[in-house]
């Protein structure tokens, strides 16, 4: 092997493994990024682990105007809510050693009454490792560890901008745009920039792979 293919599938194992380490700008998201007043609206927390050891529990804070209600039962996990004050605890813990393994995500649905006044919802979130760890999803959204936002708008206010979506393809965009920096952050099930950049790496590793692959037999077939 010449060292041009060495160094092809060198550069091609560095991607590799930035596109795996980038994994960690992935958290844990609450959708919708919108909702209406009052609404009883189904939710559902996204839960990525990014260590090497399972996710064995995952507790999310909700603001004293957001009321739980119900929630999907998810294989292997038991729920318990809690209340501190006017503030409602609601804990998943995994009832086997499994959890969630590591390059894996599992998603948690539930049902919860809105608040009745436009606002924004902080969903406050802390995430258990095997090892004993926890990750505090409870920064800013331009922080390292940022936690979910859900925006509350007024049901004429949400309809209005689902009718300026459908009526042009390229409104989404600007719509998009207007939204705040937090919003647009869970916009999309959670869909970040960092997850752009990561799928990006990950392709450009492959076609190296592969460029390296036919400089070899090439190099082969000539002897």
Not at 30 to 55: L, N
Request: charged residues 15%; contains cysteine; aromatic residues 8%.
């Amino acid at each position: 092997m010449n060292r041009m293919v060495r160094g092809a599938l060198t550069l091609s194992s560095g991607l590799a493994t930035f596109a795996v380490t980038a994994t960690a700008f992935a958290h844990v998201i609450v959708s919708p990024a919108q909702s209406t007043v009052g609404a009883w609206q189904e939710y559902t927390m996204r839960v990525p682990c990014e260590k090497t050891d399972a996710t064995t529990k995952v507790v999310l804070k909700l603001p004293s105007d957001v009321q739980f209600q119900q929630y999907e039962p998810v294989a292997g996990w038991s729920v318990k809510t809690q209340k501190s004050g006017q503030t409602e605890i609601v804990t998943w813990q995994a009832t086997s050693s499994a959890g969630i393994q590591p390059g894996q995500f599992m998603e948690f649905p539930f049902i919860a009454t809105n608040p009745k006044q436009p606002t924004e919802i902080d969903w406050d979130a802390y995430q258990y490792y095997q090892d004993g760890t926890i990750v505090e999803w409870t920064g800013a959204p331009n922080s390292e560890t940022p936690h979910s936002i859900t925006q509350i708008v007024k049901s004429s206010d949400a309809a209005q901008t689902t009718s300026n979506s459908a009526a042009s393809p390229s409104s989404d965009a600007s719509a998009q745009s207007s939204m705040p920096a937090a919003s647009a952050a869970t916009y999309g099930l959670g869909w970040t920039t960092a997850d752009t950049w990561v799928l990006t790496v990950s392709v450009v590793a492959i076609l190296i792979s592969i460029f390296a692959i036919i400089m070899s037999l090439r190099g082969g077939s000539k002897k």
